[in-house]
C-alpha cells in the first residue's frame, strides 16, 4: 500500500492549483439555505456537484426531497446521491456532507467578496463554505480525481450523500436517508463525514461526537403596524419591550440555562469521562485566537471543552422585525420575532426539552401581564451524537492521519451539530466518524471564512489515505 498512497500524494500536489480552482467554483455559487431568494443557487450548487461527479465517471442522482415544511411555496433543494465504483470485493464506504452555506454579506464586515475566493500570501483560502462544507465535500471529488490521474486503483466503493440544507436542520433528510438505508446505502460498511474542525491550528482529531441543536422562535405582536415612539410609547403595550423581558429570562451572563428543569435531564459526568479531558491538544490561547478576544467563561482548558462538548448551551441570536439599522429611528416595531436555540447533550430528549421551554416561555409571558400576544414554537431540532471511537472506521482513521500528519489524532467531541449523523448511525446500523479537514481559527459562519491550503491539500490526502487504510482494516465492531 505505501508506494500506492505515495503516487496518490504526489499527484494530489501536482493537482493542487486545479483543486483550488473547483473550491473557487463551488465558493462563487452563494448557495445559502436560509434565503428563500437563492433556493436557485442552492439547486445550482447541486447541479455543479453532480456535473463534476458525471464527469469523474460516477453514476449520480439528483433526488428531490418535495416542498419545504412551512414553506410551500419553496422545493426543498436534492440531495445529490453518488456511487464511484461496483466490486464486490471492496469496502463501500458511504460519505455525507453539504453543499448549502451560511448566509454572508460584505458588509458583515469581511475583508473580501465573501463568493470570490481570495487566496492571501499565507495560503488562506477566505470565502463563505471554503470550510464548511465545500472543501471537504470537494475533497472527496479530488481524492477521485488524483486516484485516477495517478493510476491508483481506487480502494473502495464509495457511496456519496450531499445535501443542500444542513444549515437549515437538514429539512426532510432523515426521511430520505432512512429510505434509502436499505436501497441506495445498503452496502455501506462504515460512515464518514468530513464537516468539523481540529480543536487547534496544528493536531488533527478524530470526532465521535457531536451536540444536538434545537431552535426556537417566540413571537410577539400587539399593534396592526409599526408606530412613531412619540406618538404611541406611553400608550400602548411594546411587543419588543415584552421580548427583551422575555428573552432575558432564559440564560444569565455566566452562560446558565435558567428554563427550570433543563439541567437535571443532562447525564452525570463519570471520573472515566472526566479524565479524558486533560490529555487533549487544546489551550486557553486557542480558544482565545478562535474567539478574537479573551472573553471565555471558565479559566482552564478542561471546564471550557466541558462547556462545548458534554453541558447545554443556550444562545440567543437575533430579533425578526427589530429596528436593526444604523442611525436612531424612533419606531415602535408592531411584531417582533426572537430566535434562539439550545445546543442538547445526552440524555436531553428533544420533546422534552420543548415542553420544558414552552411551559417557562409560556410563564415567563405571563408573568408581564401584557395584552400583546405570544407564540413561541420549534423551528427544527436534530439530536446529539455520541459513538465509539474503538471501531475499525476509527482506527483506520488514525493510521491515514498518522501517515498524512506524522501525529497521531486527538479523540475529540464537538459543540456544533450535524443532524443526521445520528439518523446515519441509526437507518444503516454503521459506525459514524467525523474525519476533519479544516482547523480552529477557519470562522466557520463568521465573518471571513477560511480554509488554508495546506489544510484542504492535506486533507485531499487524508481522504485517500483513509480509504485506503478502512479498506485494510481487520474488521472488530465495537
Ligand atoms: N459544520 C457544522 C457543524 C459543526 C460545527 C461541527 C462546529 C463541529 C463544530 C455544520 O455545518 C453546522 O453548522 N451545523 C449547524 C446545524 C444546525 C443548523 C442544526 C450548527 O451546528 O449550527
Ligand atoms: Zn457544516
Same mark, same amino acid.
Do not use: K, N, V
Given at each position: 500500500m505505501a508506494p500506492q498512497l505515495d503516487s496518490y500524494f504526489k499527484q494530489v500536489d501536482t493537482l493542487a492549483e486545479s483543486f483550488i480552482d473547483r473550491l473557487r467554483k463551488a465558493v462563487a455559487?452563494?448557495?445559502?439555505?436560509?434565503?428563500d431568494e437563492h433556493r436557485p443557487d442552492v439547486v445550482k450548487m447541486g447541479e455543479f456537484l453532480a456535473s463534476e461527479l458525471r464527469n469523474l465517471g460516477a453514476h449520480v442522482e439528483l433526488r428531490p426531497l418535495g416542498k419545504q415544511p412551512h414553506k410551500e411555496h419553496l422545493e426543498l433543494p436534492p440531495v445529490v446521491v453518488a456511487r464511484y465504483g461496483e466490486d464486490p470485493k471492496k469496502r463501500t464506504i458511504l460519505v455525507y456532507g453539504h453543499y448549502d452555506v451560511q448566509p454572508a454579506l460584505k458588509e458583515d464586515g469581511w475583508a473580501t467578496e465573501p463568493f470570490t475566493l481570495s487566496v492571501d500570501d499565507k495560503g488562506r483560502m477566505y470565502g463563505r463554505g471554503s470550510t464548511d462544507d465545500k472543501g471537504p465535500v470537494l475533497g472527496w471529488l479530488n481524492a477521485i480525481e488524483a486516484h485516477q490521474k495517478a493510476g491508483v486503483d481506487f480502494p473502495v466503493n464509495l457511496l456519496m450523500c450531499f445535501e443542500g440544507m444542513e444549515e437549515y436542520g437538514?429539512? &426532510?433528510?432523515d426521511d430520505f436517508i432512512n429510505e434509502e438505508a436499505k436501497k441506495f446505502f445498503k452496502d455501506a460498511d462504515a460512515v464518514c463525514i468530513s464537516d468539523n474542525y481540529w480543536l487547534g491550528t496544528e493536531k488533527p482529531c478524530l470526532t465521535y461526537g457531536l451536540r444536538g441543536c434545537s431552535y426556537y422562535s417566540i413571537e410577539i405582536s400587539g399593534p396592526g403596524q409599526d408606530l412613531h415612539s412619540g406618538v404611541f410609547g406611553g400608550t400602548a403595550h411594546e411587543p419588543m419591550t415584552d421580548l427583551v423581558r422575555v428573552m432575558g429570562t432564559l440564560v444569565d451572563t455566566a452562560g446558565n440555562i435558567l428554563i427550570p428543569g433543563i439541567n437535571d435531564l443532562v447525564a452525570p459526568m463519570t471520573d472515566d469521562e472526566k479524565s479524558?479531558? &486533560?490529555?487533549?491538544?487544546?489551550t486557553m490561547d486557542n480558544l482565545y485566537e478562535s474567539l478574537g478576544s479573551k472573553t471565555g467563561l471558565f479559566a482552564d482548558k478542561e471546564r471550557t471543552l466541558m462547556g462545548r462538548w458534554r453541558y447545554p448551551s443556550l444562545s440567543i441570536h437575533g430579533v425578526e422585525g427589530a429596528f436593526s439599522a444604523p442611525g436612531a429611528k424612533t419606531v415602535i416595531p408592531a411584531k417582533v420575532v426572537g430566535k434562539f436555540s439550545i445546543r442538547t447533550v445526552p440524555d436531553m430528549e428533544i420533546e422534552d426539552v420543548d415542553k420544558l421551554v414552552y411551559d417557562h416561555v409560556n410563564k415567563a409571558f405571563a408573568a408581564l401581564g401584557s395584552k400583546n400576544n405570544m407564540k413561541v414554537w420549534l423551528q427544527h431540532a436534530g439530536k446529539w451524537w455520541v459513538a465509539s471511537p474503538k471501531h475499525w472506521n476509527f482506527t483506520a482513521a488514525g493510521k491515514a492521519v498518522e501517515r498524512v500528519w506524522g501525529v497521531k489524532p486527538d479523540l475529540t467531541r464537538e459543540g456544533g451539530s450535524i443532524p443526521v449523523t445520528l439518523t446515519f448511525e441509526q437507518a444503516t446500523g454503521k459506525n459514524v466518524l467525523l474525519l476533519p479537514m479544516?482547523?480552529?481559527?477557519?470562522a466557520a459562519h463568521s465573518i471571513n471564512e477560511k480554509l488554508d491550503k495546506r489544510n484542504y491539500i492535506e486533507g485531499i490526502k487524508l481522504l485517500g489515505a483513509y480509504l485506503h487504510y478502512v479498506a485494510e482494516e481487520p474488521t472488530n465492531e465495537a
Open positions: 455559487i452563494p448557495s445559502i439555505s436560509a434565503a437538514s429539512e &426532510g433528510l479524558l479531558y &486533560g490529555g487533549i491538544a487544546f479544516g482547523s480552529s481559527t477557519d
